[in-house]
T-cell receptor, first 111, second 114 residues
Framework: SQKIEQNSEALNIQEGKTATLTCNYT??????LQWYRQDPGRGPVFLLL?????KEKRKERLKVTFDTTLKQSLFHITASQPADSATYLC??????????FGAGTRLTVKP | DTGVSQDPRHKITKRGQNVTFRCDPI?????LYWYRQTLGQGPEFLTY????????KSRLLSDRFSAERPKGSFSTLEIQRTEQGDSAMYLC????????????FGPGTRLTVL
């Protein structure tokens, strides 16, 4: 069965550094992959989407890469700020619109 | 506010009772999804509608669960004879049918079954 693994449950970094979060999957590559942010007690909020034929996408301080050979996506937040502290979820969508989420990585940015 | 709304935000019930949650999607969105999320996990897909048609249901959706979207607008999720294992956050999301299905989530309904 398809598995989605996000690198760690929690990641702590210092303000101003780059946070790098990993999403690995098994078996089939998705048609596209999305990253969402979730704050405690709130629903996920869409951040970025990358298609299987794209290598990299950027939006302001955010960058996502997608390597279908490694079956991995990396999500980077540059010049991190305490306000970036949240749980980040990767979500994979297959051709039948079946979207599956990883368990998330809780990022804490310390001032 | 033009986002996805859910009601109630919190629900505490006793085991064996029935509960019903409501979701109002973004008005121009024709797809509506229900997910369940437990602590430390990502959202798990339950079911989805395209307009008023329920197109897919997860095996997680037991016979005690039923969802409707009668006029292709708001949706309800009912859980009958609740069990303690039903305690979770129930999330609703909506999207506009395109090739790239970005979903917009509501704030969720937190259910606690005592």
């Amino acid at each position: 069965s398809q598995k989605i693994e996000q690198n760690s449950e929690a990641l702590n970094i210092q303000e101003g550094k780059t946070a790098t979060l990993t999403c690995n999957y098994t078996n089939y590559s998705p048609a596209y992959l999305q990253w969402y942010r979730q704050d405690p007690g709130r629903g996920p909020v869409f951040l970025l989407l990358i298609r299987e034929n794209e290598k990299e996408k950027r939006k302001e301080r955010l960058k996502v890469t997608f390597d279908t050979t490694l079956k991995q996506s990396l999500f980077h937040i540059t010049a991190s700020q305490p306000a970036d502290s949240a749980t980040y979820l990767c979500a994979l969508t297959y051709n039948n619109n079946d979207m599956r989420f990883g368990a998330g990585t809780r990022l804490t940015v310390k001032p | 506010d033009t986002g996805v709304s859910q009601d109630p935000r919190h629900k505490i019930t006793k085991r064996g009772q029935n509960v019903t949650f409501r979701c109002d999607p973004i008005s121009e969105h024709n797809r509506l999804y229900w997910y369940r999320q437990t602590l430390g996990q990502g959202p798990e897909f339950l079911t989805y509608f395209q307009n008023e048609a329920q197109l897919e249901k997860s095996r997680l959706l037991s016979d005690r669960f039923s969802a409707e979207r009668p006029k292709g607008s708001f949706s309800t999720l009912e859980i009958q004879r609740t069990e303690q294992g039903d305690s979770a956050m129930y999330l609703c999301a909506s999207s506009f049918e395109t090739l790239l299905d970005t979903q917009y989530f509501g704030p969720g309904t937190r259910l606690t079954v005592l």
